[in-house]
């Protein structure tokens, strides 16, 4: 069944944090979209990665150490993947300075059944039991950067430290 109801709070600083804490672990990954998808699957945590945590470097290291040209800035300076000409050689994770890409970011990028779709109710209660505990909530609660709340679209939030190069 598809819903539209209430929203996705993915806490991508809980998750990070569970991640360092063990290596080992394998995070489940989700996609949402809205409508039929021509530009390649990318994970939700790839989007909130490149949209919120990225440095946006000027002269970006990960654009020009990409063999393949499988990365480029999108008009709002936000790094985009292009999931077919990417070789997942993560040469782009090695040479990012901050640390900002995972290493397990592009294991399964062909394959999207190995994906949760958050359109499906069920799936995406799959996908909050099978995420960390706490990394993962429901909520009815709209964008609140106060609490470093963003939207990343109309059916997900991200938890994040927004960086930003403007002056507070
Ligand atoms: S992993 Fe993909 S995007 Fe990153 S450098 Fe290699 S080809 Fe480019
Ligand atoms: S090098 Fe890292 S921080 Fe800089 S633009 Fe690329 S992903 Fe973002």
Redesign the pocket.
């Known amino acids: 069944m598809l819903i539209m109801a209430r929203k996705v709070l993915i806490d991508m600083i809980k998750l990070r944090s569970a991640m360092i804490e063990d290596s080992t672990l394998s995070v489940p990954e989700a996609y949402y979209y809205p409508a039929l998808n021509v530009n390649g699957l990318k994970t939700i945590r790839e989007l909130a990665t490149f949209r919120f945590a990225c440095r946006k470097c000027e002269d970006a290291p990960?654009i020009n150490?990409?063999?393949?040209d499988?990365?480029e800035k999108d008009e709002n300076g936000v790094v985009v993947?292009y999931t077919n000409l990417?070789?997942?050689?993560?040469?782009?994770?090695t040479i990012c300075p901050f640390g900002t890409m995972m290493t397990d970011f592009?294991k399964h990028h062909r394959n999207k059944d190995l994906y949760y779709d958050l359109r499906d109710e069920k799936e995406m209660k799959e996908f909050i039991k099978a995420c960390p505990a706490g990394t993962v909530t429901i909520t009815d609660d709209d964008e609140s950067p106060d609490k470093n709340i963003y939207s990343l679209n109309e059916k997900v939030l991200i938890k994040d430290y927004l960086y930003t190069t403007e002056k507070q």
């Open positions: 990960c150490v990409c063999p393949a499988a990365l993947r990417c070789v997942s050689c993560k040469s782009c994770v592009f």
